[in-house]
Antibody
Framework: QVQLVQSGAEVKKPGASVKVSCKASGYTFSSYTIHWVRQAPGQSLEWMGLINIGNADPKYSQNFQGRVTITADTSASTVYMELTSLRSEDTAMYYC?????????????WGQGTLVTVSS | IVLTQSPATLSLSPGERAALSCRASQDIYNYLAWYQQKRGQAPRLLIYDATNRAPGIPPRFSANGHGTDFTLIISSLEPEDFATYYCQHRVNWPLTFGGGTKVEI
């Protein structure tokens, strides 16, 4: 069965960086694009970006102004999301999610979420 | 693209019908999904491309709409349906989600 397993919770200080991993299993890793979505406490969902595993081509939301980088390690079937220059507003649950089908950016598989807390 | 969901909260009883609205700030054709999220869990895909139930989703969930106005219908609420529902478009970047509708008892 398809699974996306994320790394554990992180506590970071303002200005630091965080790197969250998302290990995929149960399907052909290179066949589906992986996205990252975050959710601040009590808020809605916010799309951060994606990586096309097949060609390693990332795409990012301009809301993050160059602070986010998404990469993939095909040998480990793992996607990484790094967010730099952290501020308190980045405190959120971060999810990786797999596209429903190639080119259809709706998400039927989600990781369990990684809580990132930014606090001095 | 801004997705506006209404109402913000819907107070209903088990067995009642729920109708949730999602309005887009521009034409998104049928490129809309609906998700259910329970507290402490990741979202769950219910509907994709405006009207198609995702695998494993019970038939009490249905949806319609095209262009800018979309509706998710739960025909008869089960206790497990009380949750928050989000819509999401995929017509262009950035993908965006609506603000959510909380369905409460």
């Amino acid at each position: 069965q398809v699974q996306l397993v994320q790394s554990g919770a992180e506590v970071k200080k303002p200005g630091a960086s965080v790197k969250v991993s998302c290990k995929a299993s149960g399907y052909t890793f290179s066949s589906y694009t992986i996205h990252w979505v975050r959710q601040a406490p009590g808020q809605s969902l916010e799309w951060m970006g994606l990586i096309n595993i097949g060609n390693a081509d990332p795409k990012y939301s301009q809301n993050f102004q160059g602070r986010v980088t998404i990469t993939a390690d095909t040998s480990a079937s793992t996607v990484y999301m790094e967010l730099t220059s952290l501020r308190s507003e980045d405190t959120a649950m971060y999810y990786c999610a797999r596209e429903f089908s190639s080119g259809r950016s709706h998400f039927n598989y989600w990781g369990q979420g990684t809580l990132v807390t930014v606090s001095s | 693209i801004v997705l506006t969901q209404s109402p913000a909260t819907l107070s209903l009883s088990p067995g009642e019908r729920a109708a949730l609205s999602c309005r887009a700030s521009q034409d998104i054709y049928n490129y809309l999904a609906w998700y259910q999220q329970k507290r402490g869990q990741a979202p769950r895909l219910l509907i994709y491309d405006a009207t198609n139930r995702a695998p494993g989703i019970p038939p009490r969930f249905s949806a319609n709409g095209h262009g800018t106005d979309f509706t998710l219908i739960i025909s008869s609420l089960e206790p497990e349906d009380f949750a928050t529902y989000y819509c999401q478009h995929r017509v262009n970047w950035p993908l965006t989600f609506g603000g959510g509708t909380k369905v409460e008892i």
